[in-house]
């Protein structure tokens, strides 16, 4: 079976309720990662917008089977996600991820607020704040 990394930035980072190392017990975490790109809240979710901008998001790198990488295809398509490959610094290393983005750019969600910290953990816990928001 093959290997495969992932480079998760939301919900399924540790410190949420749905954490990869929780949900998938056959995950194993590689180490705290970035990618360039903006990050977005678009409710729910954050979505993240890939590009070469100076801007880093946050997240962690896990390696993933198969198995797992197809039941996560299927998980992240529910929210119209996708899954593409991008390069993700771990460290001062750069390595090729499967990255799971918005199929709809997120800018053009009309409810979209940009997360300039790049961090989705650290903007939830103060989203938990400001009651009323999206």
Known sequence: MDKHLVFVYGTLRSGSQGAISATFCAAKFIGDA?????????????GLLLNESNA???????????????????????????????????????????IYVPKANPELNPHHRAITSGDWIEYAETKKERPGDP
């Open 56 to 98: 880093f998001v946050i997240g962690e790198v896990y390696e993933v089977d198969d198995d797992t990488l197809k039941t996560l295809d299927e998980f992240e398509a529910s929210s119209d996600y996708w899954r593409q490959q991008a390069d993700v610094f771990i460290g001062n290393n750069k390595t090729e991820c499967w």
């Open 34 to 46: 970035k990618v360039r790109g903006s990050l977005y809240d678009l409710g729910k979710y954050p």
